[in-house]
């Protein structure tokens, strides 16, 4: 009964989305408050059904109901209880319930918090977001139903989550995705709507500004705990595989980062609005992107969602309509916006506008490598072509050194004008110092490449730079500790981001320059040594898991006959589909990673065994946490609540 509640939901979640994706629009056309202010009422009903549909789903998990054919396909009686809870989204079906669950929930946001908007931009705002609920609720209903029953013979038991999925980081990693995969259509929204309004001013930017913000830092830490629970859970060590599905989610998370920097100059200065609209399309166009290479079966890959290819049909279809519509749009209203503003060539807007060039060709050349197979495929009758980290190492490396020479020199730049001497002052000692303390750095390590050298000096030049502008801004205050915390949210939050940036291209360059690993053959009581430290093999013994059996290796860790650590990798075998999954063991600390990995029994005692030392690698990640936090913390900016409430009297009084 209640599988079939949660399907019932859905369908009036379904009703109210159509209902809100055109009432408010007519009451624009029709300049009827009543029905523009439905949108409100019409968006919380759907969060609310949306919800009460998920619950069902939760539920039918927690009590092992096997009559729900995704419960049987996705859980186990013997699966702990928090995997129950996480395995609701471990699969397409469930999965697409909660990208719907959070689409209806960035709506209701919006209707709550943008009070202060005009009636008529927040009618259009949310039926733009209505429509998009529509077509991933019918995609859902008609496709992807998760409360389809087996009947009239349920199995008594459940074939189990995909051991590979049966991990801390299926609870927090895809809801973060997700969060700013689908929180993208909120500036796409704004996009969309100041377009039917004609009304591509400063305004719409300053509105979809921390809604953008809010996405993209979601985003980030999806990415960021993605990485890390690849690094941890496959076995391979490493942190990035330029694969075509982690490609999917860097594509939007690119050109966001791009809408971010473009809506500070449209906000400020009035400059690259047509720009900035077609960034605000692009960037939820790459989710859909997303969301088709990873369900609509075109691509093989452990990210993927094994799905009928027909699926793929409908979300290309629903792609189409909203990527080509978006875009007739533009071309239609975009050419209409005639400002001229300003600006020096060494001002601000200009490095911005550097920045917004290298992420969008960034952009497109990982577009051009992870489509190109699939094209290739399609023209060849069905030949492979693969194309790995060498083509992206080579296209976007040196793309990424230019943004942190833009990102070095832009905090001593000015809006409108600029000159020589300002942008490069200071720079003189600057990157010789970089050169100094990169030195210092790679001294320890005999041999390194041109590549890394530049990375490390570009990153320890940002940080100087970063520096200065911290003390520009405190220089002439009296009592600099609380000028220090007396600056504005918005500035807190770039300088922050920029330097998770420096941090992450640290962690970056060291990993990769200089890890060292050992894929050894090993018995009880053997000893491998890898960069200074000695691996000592003490064997081999059986372990028990809530739903698994384990081999548990023990790895004694020794430095100059010091000891550091035991670590215990695991070879585990789960009883349910008989997967046999590699469980590393790691430990971590600011400068290094120990990393042990069992593979598989090599005769009859010894044991196929590799061992990573990764240096810095963990500054990936605590990079990404610092560019997450950055981008949070721009919420806080009151300036952005106060001006949205001056520009909606303003529009109030004009419409009057």
């Not at 890390?228 to 690119?254: I, R």
């Not at 979300?315 to 978006?326: A, E, P, R």
């Not at 300002?422 to 110092?433: E, F, K, S």
């Not at 609380?482 to 990993?511: C, D, E, K, N």
Request: net charge positive.
């Amino acid at each position: 009964m209640i599988p079939e509640l949660g399907h019932f939901a859905l369908i009036l979640a379904l009703c109210l989305s159509c209902c809100l994706a055109v009432l408010p629009m007519v009451g624009v056309q029709q300049q009827r408050a009543s029905l523009m202010m439905l949108g409100g009422a019409l968006s919380s009903g759907v969060f609310i059904f949306c919800a009460l549909s998920y619950a069902a789903l939760t539920w039918s998990f927690m009590v092992d109901d096997f009559s729900v054919s995704y419960v049987a396909a996705n859980s186990n009686s013997a699966l702990p209880a928090h995997f129950k809870f996480s395995a609701v989204w471990g699969a397409h079906e469930g999965s697409f319930l909660l990208w719907t669950l959070i689409m209806a929930g960035w709506t209701f946001a919006v209707a709550c918090l943008s009070r202060s908007l005009t009636l008529v931009m927040r009618a259009r705002v949310l039926a733009v977001m209505g429509f998009l609920t529509v077509g991933f609720l019918l995609f859902m209903l008609l496709t992807s139903n998760p409360f389809t029953r087996s009947l009239p013979v349920p199995p008594q038991e459940g074939a189990d989550l995909n051991p590979l999925l049966q991990d801390v980081g299926l609870i927090v990693h895809p809801p973060m995705l997700y969060m700013g995969y689908v929180g993208l259509s909120v500036p796409f929204a704004f996009a969309i709507a100041a377009l039917l309004g004609g009304r591509l001013d400063s305004a719409w930017a300053r509105w979809s500004r921390p809604w953008t913000n809010a996405a993209w830092a979601f985003l980030t830490i999806g990415i960021t705990l993605g990485s890390f629970w690849a690094y941890y859970e496959l076995g391979w060590g490493g942190w990035w595989f330029w694969d075509a599905v982690e490609n999917a989610s860097f594509m939007p998370w690119l050109v966001a980062t791009a809408l971010i920097h473009s809506l500070a100059a449209t906000e400020k200065r009035g400059v690259f609005k047509s720009w900035t609209v077609l960034l605000a399309i692009a960037a939820f166009s790459f989710s859909l992107l997303g969301a088709f290479l990873v369900r609509s079966g075109v691509l093989t890959s452990v990210h993927t969602f094994a799905v009928d290819p027909e699926r793929g049909v409908f979300i290309l279809g629903f792609m189409t309509l909203v990527v080509g519509g978006s875009l007739l749009l533009y071309a239609l209203r975009a050419g209409r916006t005639h400002t001229v503003v300003a600006f020096d060539y060494l001002s601000r807007e200009t490095l911005l506008l550097i920045n917004n060039v290298l992420l969008v060709v960034a952009t497109l050349a990982i577009l051009l490598g992870t489509i190109y197979p699939l094209i290739y495929e399609a023209l060849m009758g069905g030949a492979k072509l693969s194309v790995g980290p060498p083509y992206f190492n080579a296209v976007f490396v040196p793309l990424a050194m230019l943004l942190l020479v833009a990102m070095a020199i832009s905090p001593g730049s000015q809006w409108r004008s600029g000159s020589v001497g300002r942008l490069l002052r200071r720079q003189w000692l600057y990157v010789p110092l970089s050169l100094v303390v990169s030195t210092a750095v790679l001294s320890g390590y005999e041999t390194f490449s041109m590549g890394t050298a530049i990375a490390l000096v570009l990153a320890v030049w940002v940080l100087f730079n970063l520096i200065e502008d911290l003390w520009r801004h405190i220089a002439n205050k009296r009592d600099k500790l609380r000028a220090i915390f007396a600056q504005s949210p918005s500035w807190y939050g770039m300088w922050i981001a920029h330097l998770g940036i420096a941090v992450a291209v640290v962690g970056v360059a060291m990993t990769e320059a200089f890890s060292e690993e050992r894929d050894v053959r090993m018995e009880a009581g053997d000893v491998v040594s890898v960069a200074g430290y000695d691996f000592r093999f003490d064997g081999v013994r059986l372990a028990e898991g809530p739903n698994y059996v384990a081999d548990r290796g023990a790895v004694f860790v020794t430095r100059n006959g010091t000891p550091v650590v035991t670590m215990f990798p695991e070879k585990r075998r789960y009883l349910a589909r008989g997967n046999v999954m590699t469980e590393a063991a790691l430990h971590g600390s600011i400068l290094r990673d120990l990393y042990v990995a069992l593979g598989e029994p090599v005769g009859d005692s010894a044991w196929a065994v590799r061992v990573h030392v990764k240096p810095m690698v963990r500054w990936i990640w605590f990079g990404g946490l610092l560019i997450t936090v950055g981008g949070l913390i721009t919420l806080a900016d009151r300036r952005y609540r106060h001006r949205l409430r001056r520009e909606a009297v303003v529009g109030a009084e004009l419409a009057t």
